[in-house]
Every structure is written in C-alpha cells, then in structure tokens.
C-alpha cells in the first residue's frame, strides 16, 4: 500500500499545531497533498511545510470539495459549526474522514451524517483523543481484566481548570451556544466518550442542572474596564488579567490563539485588539461555566458527573467503584491506583501505577488518534473507535443540556429515537 493521501480542511491550532506533525512523523504511512485555509499566513506556512503543490492548495473547504477527489481522506479541523456541512460535502465525495469534535452542534445533523456515512460505507472517525491517551488506556486494560469485579458506580470531575475557561469559553471561540455549542457538548462529549467505552456500554438515562454563574456583567469589579490594557485598575488582583495569560511565555497553546506575530509587539496588539484582552466579566459570553449530571448506563451503573471552571488544574479525575476493588485516577498526576478489596476491613492491596508522561498533546492523544485512524485506513487491527459510538457520546451530551434546559429526566434512546423520526 503507498502512503495515505491526505487533505487538511482548516490549518488551525488543532490540524496544523498538533495533528500534522504526527503526520509527518508516520515516516512512509501519511502525507498530506492538500489544504484549504483562509487564512493567508497559515495557508502558506502549511502548503511549504508539507510541500504542497500550488494547485491544491485552497482559501477555503467549498473551494477544495468543488474538485474532483484528489486525496484518500480529509481531516476536518475547523470550527464546530463548518463540521457538518464540510463531513456532508466528504462524504458526497467517497472521502474517508478524521473529523474534529464535536461532529455537530445540532443532534440531528450527527444522526443524518450517521446515516449518510452508513449508505455510502464512508469510515469517519471523530477525534475523541482521550481514549488514546496513556492513563486512559491503563484503566480500559485494568478494567477489561476484572481487577475491580463488576463496575457499580463511578464519580467523574472535569475540571477545567479557572484559567482554561477563561481562555477558550469565555473569551475564545467556545464562548457562545450560538457560534459554537453548549459547553456540555463541546467539552464534555469526551468525557461521555469516555465514559461509555470504560464501561462498555451504553448510556440509558440522564439528568442534569447547571448554569452561567460567575463570568457574567453583574460580577466585574468596580471600575473594571472593557479591556485588561485599557489600565484596568484590577490588574494586580484579578486571576484573569490577560496579560499574565499570554505575555511572557512560550509560543505555545493558548498564546498561539493571539495570532502569527508572537513577538511581544504582536501580543499586545492581539490582547488590544482582539478578543482575548478583553474582560472576562463582558458579558459577551453565555456558556455554562459549571454543570452536574446523573447518568445510568444500561448495564446499571451509575455516574455522578461534574464539569466546572472553578478548579486550578485542567484535569479530569474519576473514581471507579466496582464489586471487588476501585480505581482512582487523577491526570495531572499521571497515576492510576487500583485497589483491590481484602479480607476483612480495609486490608486490600494498593497499587499505585506511574503512567509515563508523553511528549506530545493530550498526553498522547493526539499521537494516537493519528496512529489509530491510519490503522483504521489500511485495515490493521479492530478500529473500536466506531462513528456510530461517537454519535451515541454526542446524544448523551444532547441529552444532558436538554436535561438542564427543560428539568426532565431524559431517556437517551427516546429522545434519539424521536430525533430520527425527523430526519428523512
Ligand atoms: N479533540 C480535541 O481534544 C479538541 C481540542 C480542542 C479543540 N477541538 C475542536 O477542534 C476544532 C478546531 O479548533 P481549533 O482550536 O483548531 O480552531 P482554530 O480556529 O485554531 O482552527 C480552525 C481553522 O479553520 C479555518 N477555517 C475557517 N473557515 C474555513 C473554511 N471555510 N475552510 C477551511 N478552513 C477554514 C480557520 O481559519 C482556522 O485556521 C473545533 O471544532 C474544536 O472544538 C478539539
């Protein structure tokens, strides 16, 4: 088999800063051979990086979908709300696809790419890189061994982490339902992802509460500004004073949102002019900033799930009670501990794995989603990382904001099914 003929569909922070060089690193089993991107400092940085021959490379993806198929697959890394018009346009074109999360904002357009992928036999995977990172994936083996006895309950906390929320859902491009989705659903579909892989099944009932509490008008301090440098008299005591977010530092994430002119000329102007200097308490943002829910899986467990911007680190932590022992695991430390229940009270046996940290995004996440689609493109080994289970994550996360929306207990294969009767 030759290399894997690739197209890139939005050579922003996702496709061109963590995935493509993973690409790159396949040596003989990947190449990318288009792009599409409007913006000129990407696009040209990119086509030259990867050496791109000028005729394929496009201002934008209706450009690129308007030639004939001149690649195996497009990963499409674009802003939630172009996924599914570009997936459509793919799969119209016989593409295989890698496709950013989430697949849609609207649940009825997941299920009609669903079935649109099952009548054309097109394969999509979705990026749901935490299966593929090293702690979760020590869990899934620890789990499928029966270590713990059957799974009875489970206790997962997003925490996004104060500075996180404030960067990408309350002055970035997650900031609003309107232009990109509920925070349940752009950032926890992972999470459910995760959570019904873990325990191999899938998600029964749901129910949820959860609000906009803190980044709202009402709560600026006195005498706030509009903008962190428009001499703010909060700077030395506010925790979300832009410049100690994006000054300084490296050109890593988040400073790579500011723009290409990282010089410290170029940050300022980004933090006066564009939107992460601006005030977190500006009112333009309107995406929950803390939300619990209860799930009941169908094979009876049960799950306690919080997500929240009021937490130092960005990490998830879970604890996994089973019949015979649990798991707990918290990211940020790169540690799983299984303890197995002993004779008696509280004799069990402890042990405490060190989960080596990988050098790449998503604790090597992102490595292994792009080692994983590539399997999946040349046959190898089984892809458990099926489209039609990524649907199923996304309409948990449906399920939980209509939960918190209405005040109703939420029966997921109701209101999936009553979904599909809409679409034709
Ligand atoms: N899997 C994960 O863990 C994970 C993490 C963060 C973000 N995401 C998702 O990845 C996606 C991309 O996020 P990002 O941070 O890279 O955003 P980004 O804004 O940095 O990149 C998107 C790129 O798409 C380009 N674009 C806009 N219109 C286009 C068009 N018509 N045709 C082609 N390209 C176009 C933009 O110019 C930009 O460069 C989002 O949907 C986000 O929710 C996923």
Redesign the pocket.
């Known amino acids: 088999m030759g290399k894997i003929k690739l197209a890139l ?7 061109k800063n963590c995935y493509a060089p993973h690409v790159r690193r396949s040596g003989d089993l990947m190449e990318f051979v288009a792009v ?4 000129d400092d ?1 696009r040209n940085e990119f086509a030259q990086q990867y050496g791109i021959p000028e005729e394929n490379v496009f201002k ?3 450009d690129f979908f308007e030639k004939p198929k001149m690649a195996d697959a497009v990963m499409i ?4 709300r ?2 599914f018009e570009q997936a459509k346009a793919a799969i119209e074109k016989g593409y295989t696809i890698l496709m ?3 697949i849609s904002s609207d649940p009825r357009e997941c299920l009609i790419l669903e079935k649109m992928a099952q009548e054309k036999g097109v394969l999509i995977v979705v ?3 935490l299966r593929y990172t090293r702690i979760f994936r020590e869990i899934k083996k620890q789990l499928d061994s029966g270590i713990i006895g059957d799974v009875v309950s489970v206790v997962h906390t997003e925490n996004i982490g104060y500075w996180h929320f404030a960067h990408s859902y309350v002055r970035g ?2 900031k609003s339902e309107e232009t ?1 989705a509920p925070m349940i659903v ?1 950032k926890c579909c ?1 999470d459910f992802d995760m959570l019904s892989y873990l325990l191999g099944s899938r998600c029964r009932t749901v129910t949820s509460f959860g609000d906009l509490k803190y980044f709202r008008k009402e709560n600026a301090p006195k005498g706030a500004t509009a903008r962190c440098l428009d001499g703010c008299p909060h700077s030395f005591t506010c925790e979300y004073y832009a410049p100690k977010f994006y000054l300084g530092g490296g050109n890593g994430w988040p400073a790579s ?1 500011l723009g290409s002119d990282l010089s410290e000329e170029g940050r300022l102007r980004a933090l006066r002019e564009g939107p992460y200097g601006k005030c977190v308490f500006s009112g333009e943002n309107d995406v929950c900033d803390h939300q619990v829910a209860s799930l009941v899986f169908e094979n009876g467990v049960t799950v306690s799930f919080t997500a929240s911007a009021f937490t130092n680190n960005n990490e998830r932590t879970i604890k996994i009670m089973g019949t015979k022992g649990e798991i707990e695991t918290r990211t940020s430390e790169s540690t799983v501990t299984v303890t197995r229940f002993g004779a008696g009270i509280r004799t069990g046996n402890v042990n405490t794995i060190k989960i080596p940290k990988s050098p790449y995004g ?1 604790n090597g ?1 992102d490595e292994g989603i792009m080692e994983a689609f590539a399997a999946a493109m040349a046959g190898i080994g089984k892809n458990d990382n099926l489209f039609s289970q990524s649907v199923h994550s996304h309409m948990i996360a449906f399920a939980v904001e209509e939960s918190r929306k209405t005040g109703k207990i939420i029966d997921v294969a109701e209101y999936e099914r009553k979904l599909r009767e809409t679409i034709i």
């Open positions: 569909i939005g050579a922003g922070e996702r496709g599409a991107e409007p913006n990407r934008s993806a209706e890394c674009t802003q939630d172009q996924h950013e999360k989430p990026c749901h890189v491009n997650w990109s752009a992972h949102c998503h996440g």
